[in-house]
C-alpha cells in the first residue's frame, strides 16, 4: 500500500472522526476561524477555487497539499469534493508525515 492510499483512507478515517470540513466555502470559514491546520486541495481544482484556498491558507498560515485529484479526495470520502479540511492536530501530524 503506498503512502497516497494510506493518506487517502486517513482522510476516510478522520471523516469518520468528524474531523473533517469539506467543501470550499466551509474549508474557507475553517481556516479563518483557525479551526483547521492542513487544507487538502485538489491540484485539478478550478483557477478560482485554487486561488482562494491558497490565498487564504497563506494569510493564515495553513498548509495546503495538492497531492489527490478530485477524483482521489471525492472517493477518500465518499461525495464529490475539491477542498478538504483536517481540524484535528493528531490527524494532521500523521497525514504531514505520510507526505514526506
Do not use: C
Not at 15 to 30: C, H, Y
Not at 33 to 42: D, E, H, I, N
Not at 48 to 74: M, Q, R
Amino acid at each position: 500500500m503506498t503512502n497516497l492510499e494510506k493518506l487517502s483512507n486517513l482522510i476516510g478515517l478522520a471523516q469518520a472522526a468528524g474531523k473533517v470540513v469539506s467543501g470550499e466555502g466551509l474549508a474557507v470559514k475553517a481556516i479563518q476561524k483557525r479551526q483547521v491546520s492542513l487544507v487538502f486541495l485538489a491540484h485539478d481544482a478550478g483557477p478560482n477555487v485554487t486561488k482562494k484556498v491558497t490565498d487564504k491558507s497563506n494569510y493564515y498560515n495553513v498548509e495546503v497539499s495538492t497531492v489527490f485529484s478530485a477524483l482521489e479526495l471525492s472517493a477518500a470520502l465518499g461525495k464529490a469534493r475539491k477542498v478538504v479540511a483536517i481540524a484535528d492536530a493528531g490527524f494532521s501530524k500523521k497525514m504531514r508525515t505520510l507526505m514526506e
